[in-house]
């Protein structure tokens, strides 16, 4: 694998309350050390033709041990009805990147369906051919999943 980016994030197609537990199940079955946190992440949001700043909330995880990296979790609504949901990893590197890629592919094998398998209703509410649907295949499949 080429060297990981600093920072991870691809669309998933659960929500975010559903997803942040199936994030805490694998930490604590991975035997990882973390501490929880909230905080607010900013997007813009189309409303008309205007694109207007917006924020939502964000469960955070601050992973210690073994490896130091912050897993967000959030949704964002970037049309009136549609919203696209979330998970972020902050602080990637070479050195942690195979952990990182255990974590992924043990959280997607929780999952029911695969993280990029969104149904054509969630497509058509936030777009259909929004980015983060498109892209969200490629940014799974880097890792494994």
Known sequence: MATPPEKWRAAVCYDSPSITRIVRETLDDLGWKYDRDRGLHH?????????IPSNTYVFRFIVNEPLEVVIDVYDERPTHTGDIHFIEVDGLSGKNAPKVRRFLQEFASKLPKKPYEFFWKERFRAGFLNKDHVRSKREWSRWGV
């Open 43 to 51: 997007f813009s949001r189309l409303i008309v033709i205007l694109a």
